[in-house]
DNA sequence: TAGTGGTCTAGACCACCAC
DNA sequence: TGGTGGTCTAGACCACTAC
């Protein structure tokens, strides 16, 4: 028996093209966190490829910590977990710089949206379902969001319950829609409140304001969210790791 | 003729002790940037292990970007590369965000000093080197520095040359110290511009101040700097990537 | 004990670079 | 053209895990 390589450029060696085809299968959902993908000798039968091959092509999906080896026992997809995940994608602190905390989450708008120029260019396409939600910590709004996610992708969003939506959009993004943000892109920059945004933030207008946009990517690297998040300058803690 | 492994539990992996090897032998400083490293063929030979045995621990150290392949003419050490690693440790960008460059550097003071409670609770040490620097884009003022190092890692800092200093200091740590930045941990507030601040980076007192607070490590985990950064908030860009 | 990943070998051919 | 890294193969034996 012999798969095939997902569609992808054949002068592309052999095992960055299985490493595409895997990935792709694994975003699918075509293996549990619990079950073993097959062997690596199963792995090269079907795709008419050496173990070797195999092993390249799954070690850079170990790297990328799609994957996770176990020895004796097998490969397995790695459970995304969201948890730390979002800890990590989420930064901002309480202003004295202890406790990180998943702020809570209102949502203010829900809606098929015409994407504006900035998000259409991450995203590529205008088509968009736009979310505005007003995060909190301890009761106090802190972070005013707008976000754009490509309708495509999120057809039927508009038709979830309010009650699917907990504090952390990536987790919902999975299990309803398959997609799972991999990485992302935040720009930082400083700027002022002013009509909605001052508004529901409890700033005054001209309030010294940090602004945070993100571009988040899908495992295959396509754009799957642009935000824009807005809070008091005055309360903004951001850390990140640089390697 | 067959090379020794350095002193390394002969339990482990042959690709982990010739990495290891290697490793040493670059820190020895045996090869130089321009020159390559002796061809995987020869290494194989001379350690007495297969060609693949080598690419492991080649693999390994390119990943940590000890070393770097260059298809058709060999494995070069990687250290001048600073260029691009500091492209990458300093992310302040023209406002538009246009073009990332390297700020010129302008050395105010440079002396032995007791470090501040917080610089002092990141380096584990108050004896350290103290460090002012004015950063300049174009010939404006964009960011002031105070850095504290540790005063027994970088001894003999304060007799360095002037003129040994250029736009970047990780370069000087390692090239004068053999201390190679390898992680840090920025930290991003805004703040109000004041006193030797403000009159740096001619801003009027109060105006809106970007911070940056960076502990960057080595090697071995170990943090070997501190520093605080300034800047002008309305010119403030920051990107990050987060996996 | 059977099956898995982990290590290692000894080749092959190709793409690229410097001379 | 000769040497380098880049890809790929088809094996081998070992360490570990599950049953």
């Known amino acids: 028996m012999s798969a095939q390589f997902t569609t992808s450029d054949d002068r592309l060696p052999a095992y960055v093209r299985l490493r595409d085809t895997l990935a792709s299968r694994i975003a699918?959902?075509?293996?549990?966190?619990?079950?073993?993908?097959p062997s690596e000798a199963r792995l090269a039968e079907a795709y008419q490829v050496s173990v070797g091959t195999v092993r390249k092509a799954v070690d850079g999906l170990v790297n990328e910590r799609l994957l996770?080896?176990?020895q004796?026992?097998?490969?397995?997809?790695?459970?995304?977990?969201?948890?730390?995940?979002?800890?990590?994608?989420?930064?901002?602190?309480?202003?004295?710089?202890?406790?990180?905390?998943?702020p809570s989450s209102k949502l203010i708008l829900r809606s098929r949206s015409k994407a504006p120029?900035?998000?259409a260019a991450a995203l590529g396409t205008t088509d968009t379902i736009k979310i505005v939600r007003l995060r909190s910590l301890s009761e106090v709004p802190v972070?005013?969001?707008e976000i754009y996610i490509p309708a495509e992708e999120f057809s039927g969003f508009e038709t979830l319950d309010d009650a699917d939506f907990g504090p952390l959009l990536y987790p919902l993004y999975f299990e309803k829609f398959g997609v799972l943000v991999k990485r992302a892109t935040d720009d930082l920059s400083f700027g002022r409140a002013s009509g909605q945004?001052?508004?529901?933030?409890?700033?005054?207008?001209d309030a010294p304001l940090a602004v945070i946009q993100r571009t988040a990517f899908d495992i295959e690297n396509k754009p799957v969210e642009w935000r824009i998040a807005r809070g008091s300058a005055a309360k903004f803690r951001y850390r990140t790791e640089i390697t």
Chains 1, 2 share one sequence.
């Not at 959902?29 to 073993?36: D, K, L, R, S």
């Not at 001052?198 to 700033?203: E, G, K, P, V, W």
């Open 197 to 205: 945004v001052a508004q529901q933030l409890r700033l005054e207008n």
């Open 117 to 119: 120029e900035i998000a």
């Open 143 to 145: 972070l005013f969001e």
């Open 28 to 37: 699918k959902g075509e293996w549990t966190a619990e079950q073993p993908i």
């Open 72 to 102: 004796g026992s097998g490969t397995f997809v790695k459970a995304p977990s969201f948890d730390a995940t979002l800890f990590r994608f989420f930064q901002l602190r309480e202003a004295d710089g202890s406790q990180l905390s998943i």
């Open 68 to 70: 996770e080896r176990r």
